[in-house]
């Protein structure tokens, strides 16, 4: 089982986040190769040395990092060549237009890209059977979505025994979320 994690641009460039994360995993019930964090541009808007310094730490420890969201922002090019992501999520905004054939070009352009970096592929907000049908046409492997799983709340990780509680160290702001991503 991998745990994927979205953590908010703030919570990212936090004082000793890294060493909190490694804290909590140590710990939970889970190793560090099963702990995936997502981050989004927004974040690598906002500070790209301190972001690629966290990023360095958390391969160092095994964690790997996504890139949320690919394919909503207006950069998200030049961070593929920038930033080393183990995985490349493709926003559920280019999932919405694959009834039109411009749109599934364009799906499959971002999947292209995507695969250049060496990053494995994930396509967000898959619902629909036809969905699941044109993504694994184009070559991914990976979804996430309504059609298997919702989002799981931090509590719901915590009530089903999936990780320890953080406690009072705890950011109340963060809403974290952790999802599943399933092999089509």
């Known amino acids: 089982m991998k745990l994927s994690i979205n953590i908010s641009p703030d919570t990212v460039l936090s004082k000793n986040f890294v060493s909190k994360i490694k804290a909590h ?49 207006y950069s998200s090019l030049a961070y593929l060549s920038r930033f080393d992501f183990d995985k490349v999520k493709i926003d559920r905004t280019l999932v919405l237009n694959l009834d039109t054939q411009r749109g ?14 060496n990053a494995e592929i994930v396509v967000e907000g898959v619902e629909e059977l036809k969905e699941v049908e044109f993504v694994s046409s184009v070559g991914v492997r990976y979804i996430q979505g309504y059609y298997y799983y919702r ?15 953080f406690g009072s160290e705890q950011d109340a702001s963060d809403n974290s979320q952790a999802t599943v991503t399933e092999s089509v």
């Open 25 to 73: 995993i140590e710990e939970s019930t889970l190793s560090f190769s099963q702990i995936e964090i997502e981050i989004t541009e927004e974040l690598l808007v906002q500070n790209e040395v301190d972001v690629a310094r966290v990023i360095d730490q958390l391969h160092d420890l095994g964690i790997a990092v996504a890139l949320d969201d690919f394919g909503t922002g």
């Open 151 to 165: 989002p799981i709340s931090q509590q719901g990780i915590f009530a089903q025994n999936l990780l320890k509680d």
């Open 104 to 117: 599934r070009d364009l799906f499959s352009l971002a999947v292209q890209l995507g695969k250049i970096s």
